[in-house]
C-alpha cells in the first residue's frame, strides 16, 4: 500500500532564508508525486507535480521539488521565503492504477519577519 | 475555463439535522472526490465518484453519502449531525482518464459548523 510522511508538522523560517518541506513515500509501483498549498480559509492549490522525466520539478511561486527514487523522497524547496508563502503544504502520492491520491498530514509553514 | 464551486460556503445547523454540499466540477472532468478537513485529523478521504458511480471510499459512518449525477455534479449528505462533524467540505474533480496521472483540482471548500 502507499504511504506518505511529511517530517514536520510545522516549520518555521525567517523571511529570505532557504525553504525545505520533506516528504517520503512509500509505493510499489512508479509514483505520481504532487505538493498542494492551502492558505487559510482557502481550497488546495497545485503547485507541482512529477509524473515521469525530469527527477527537478518547478512549480509556481518559485517553487520546486526533485524526485529521489534511491531516497524515496520528493522534498520541496525554495531558495528565498517570503511572507506571503506562510501556509499549510500537502505532499500526496498516487500512480497509474490508482485513481487516488493518498495525502500526508501536511506542514504549517510559517515565515518569521 | 470555470474552477471547481462548491455551495454553499458557509452553514451553521443543529445536532441531529442533516445537510446537503453541492460540488460543480470543473467541465470534462468525470471524478469527483470528498474529503473531511479538521484541525485535529488533518485532510480525510471521504468517497470517490466517477460516471455516476462511487468508485473508492474512506472510513466514514453511513451517515455520510453522497451521488453523483449525469453531468458530473455532485452532492454529500449527512444525516443526524454531530458536534464532531464540524469541518471544512472539500471538493476536487479530476479527469481521471486511464494512464492520465490523477490530479486534483479543489474547490474553495464548505465551512460547515454544528451547535
Known amino acids: 500500500a502507499q504511504s506518505v510522511t511529511q517530517l514536520g508538522s510545522h516549520v518555521s523560517v525567517s523571511e529570505g532564508a532557504l525553504v525545505l518541506l520533506r516528504c517520503n513515500y512509500s509505493s510499489s509501483v512508479p509514483p505520481y508525486l504532487f505538493w498542494y498549498v492551502q492558505y487559510p480559509n482557502q481550497g488546495l492549490q497545485l503547485l507541482l507535480k512529477?509524473?515521469?522525466?525530469a527527477t527537478l520539478v518547478k512549480g509556481i511561486n518559485g517553487f520546486e521539488a526533485e524526485f529521489k527514487k534511491s531516497e524515496t523522497s520528493f522534498h520541496l524547496t525554495k531558495p528565498s521565503a517570503h511572507m506571503s508563502d506562510a501556509a499549510e503544504y500537502f505532499c500526496a502520492v498516487s500512480d497509474q492504477w490508482n485513481y487516488q491520491l493518498i495525502w500526508g498530514a501536511g506542514t504549517k509553514l510559517i515565515i518569521k519577519p | 475555463k470555470a474552477g471547481v464551486t462548491q455551495t454553499p460556503r458557509y452553514l451553521i445547523k443543529t445536532r441531529g439535522q442533516q445537510v446537503t454540499l453541492s460540488c460543480s466540477p470543473i467541465?470534462?472532468?468525470?471524478?469527483v472526490s470528498w474529503y473531511q478537513q479538521t484541525p485535529g485529523q488533518g485532510l480525510q478521504f471521504l468517497f470517490e465518484?466517477?460516471?455516476?458511480?462511487?468508485?473508492n471510499k474512506g472510513n466514514f459512518p453511513g451517515r455520510f453519502s453522497g451521488r453523483q449525477f449525469s453531468n458530473s455534479r455532485s452532492e454529500m449528505n449527512v444525516s443526524t449531525l454531530e458536534l464532531g462533524d464540524s469541518a471544512l467540505y472539500l471538493c476536487?474533480?479530476?479527469?481521471?482518464?486511464?494512464?492520465?496521472?490523477?490530479?486534483?483540482?479543489f474547490g474553495p471548500g464548505t465551512r460547515l459548523t454544528v451547535t
Open positions: 467541465s470534462g472532468h468525470r471524478s
Open positions: 512529477y509524473t515521469t522525466g
Open positions: 476536487a474533480s479530476s479527469f481521471a482518464d486511464r494512464g492520465v496521472p490523477y490530479e486534483q483540482y
Open positions: 465518484y466517477f460516471s455516476e458511480t462511487q468508485r
